[in-house]
Each structure stands twice: as structure tokens, then as C-alpha cells.
């Protein structure tokens, strides 16, 4: 019995070296993360620089829905509930607005792409300099996350009001009327197809947050394993692992 005690031993201590340098690298989640958070960065300016026109297209469907809506409002408002038109000037207020607004974010905002020449230019050779590189890359696309999140409920917001706004003023039955209720569904749009941004945050926060917590549970008993060579039974030490 005393001859099979280090065959024993010998694995279960190997099992809790491993664990605790496993575990001492899970103190710098963002080290042990895939992809890094720099590493998404640069994949996302690569992104942003071939595709600068499209990053606004929900916007821009409802502020062209809203500016297309005032058009014909112009022609088919309540002269006696809107005598100076103000609800198709708001909608064309808003769509225009909101068209320009996010032709200049495509031209002159450029997030990932600046963020990415930061972290190329930084030093990465000790741990803290990897750390740093990592930290500043995580704001980096939460900032990227917020901006697109703002935009996305402010443009909510206003093509919302100003939809509802000149469907009130609106003539009963007239194409204004129609264009005006479609102009309202189709404000929502930023809220359907989200910003890449938002999602880009989101999955890279998932998987940081998977780093702690790779196993869900360790259950263990003692037991037996048959030996043939010996033509006898060895004590072992049973471990089951509960993936998340």
C-alpha cells in the first residue's frame, strides 16, 4: 500500500499545480481573453476604414423616411390644425438634420482607426505595458459603444416625435397621412438593426466575463481502479469537470 501512495500523489499534485497557475493567470483577464481586445481594435478599423459610408444606415433610414414624410406633408397637412406647416418643417428639420449629422460622423469620426494607431505605436513588452495596451483598447470600444448607443436613441427619440407630430397634423386619408405613419414604424429602425459598435462591446465583454468562470463546478469522490499488471486495486482520486 505504501508503494501505490506516490502513484497517487504524483497526479493529484500535478492537478494542483496546474490549477494554480491557471489561476494566477486569470488575474489579467484581458491577457488571457480571445481575441484580445487590441487585437479587435485593429480587426474593427481594418472594418471602419473599407465600409466608412455604411456605419449609419439605420439613422439614415429614418431620418430619409422622416425628410421623405415631410415632403409630402407639405402637401397634405390640416391647414386648420397646422396653419404655417410647422410639423412638415420639423420633419424636414429632422430629417435633414439628422442626414448631415451623420454624413459628417462617416467623414470626420473615425474611433477604431485612431484607437488602432494608439496601440500599434505603444510598447508591449512587459506585462504592464500589455496591461495598458489592453485597458486603453477596452475603452476604446466602450466609447465606440456609448456614441452608438446615444445616437441610436436620440434618433429614436426625435424621428418618434416628429413622425407622430405631423401625423397629427395630417388631412384624414390623404398620402401625407400614410407616408407619416410609415415614416413613425420606420423610426425604429436603429433599434432593430443595432450599431456594429454595440454588439462589437457586448460579444468582447462576454468573453472576458468567461474567463473567470471556464469551469462551473468540480465534483470528486474516492474510489478504485484495477491494476492488471499488480492483478490488484489501487486507490484513486475521481474528478468530473461541469463546463459552462
Given amino acids: 500500500m505504501k508503494q501505490k501512495l506516490p502513484h497517487l500523489l504524483i497526479p493529484l499534485l500535478g492537478f494542483l499545480y496546474n490549477s494554480v497557475s491557471q489561476g494566477a493567470e486569470f488575474d489579467y483577464p484581458e491577457l488571457v481573453v480571445v481575441p484580445r481586445a487590441s487585437e479587435r481594435v485593429i480587426q474593427e478599423a481594418a472594418h471602419e476604414s473599407a465600409s466608412p459610408w455604411f456605419r449609419h444606415i439605420p439613422v439614415q433610414v429614418s431620418a430619409l423616411s422622416t425628410l421623405t414624410a ?3 406633408q407639405f402637401g397634405g397637412v390640416n ?4 396653419t404655417g406647416s410647422y410639423s412638415a418643417v420639423a420633419g424636414l428639420s429632422c ?4 442626414l448631415g449629422l451623420t454624413a459628417a460622423l462617416s467623414f470626420l469620426h473615425n474611433p477604431y482607426t485612431g484607437a488602432a494607431k494608439e496601440i500599434n505605436a505603444s510598447p508591449k513588452g512587459t506585462v504592464r505595458e500589455q496591461l495598458t495596451r489592453e485597458r486603453y483598447a477596452e475603452t476604446s470600444l466602450a466609447s465606440a459603444a456609448s456614441l452608438a448607443s446615444k445616437l441610436t436613441w436620440f434618433s429614436v427619440i426625435s424621428n ?9 397634423m395630417a388631412q384624414t386619408k390623404s398620402a401625407a ?3 407619416d405613419a410609415a415614416a413613425l414604424v420606420l423610426a425604429f429602425t436603429p433599434v432593430l438593426f443595432r450599431y456594429r459598435a454595440l454588439v462589437v462591446h457586448e460579444e468582447q465583454v462576454e468573453f472576458k466575463k468567461r474567463i473567470y468562470g471556464p469551469v462551473a463546478g468540480i465534483d470528486s469522490h474516492l474510489g478504485f481502479v484495477a491494476i492488471p499488471r499488480q492483478r490488484g486495486l489501487s486507490p484513486a482520486l475521481f474528478l468530473n469537470f461541469r463546463i459552462n
Fill in 70 to 72: 415631410s415632403i409630402f
Fill in 79 to 82: 391647414e386648420k390644425r397646422d
Fill in 160 to 168: 418618434v416625435g416628429v413622425s407622430a407630430y405631423m401625423l397629427a
Fill in 177 to 179: 397621412q400614410i407616408v
Fill in 95 to 98: 430629417g435633414l438634420g439628422w
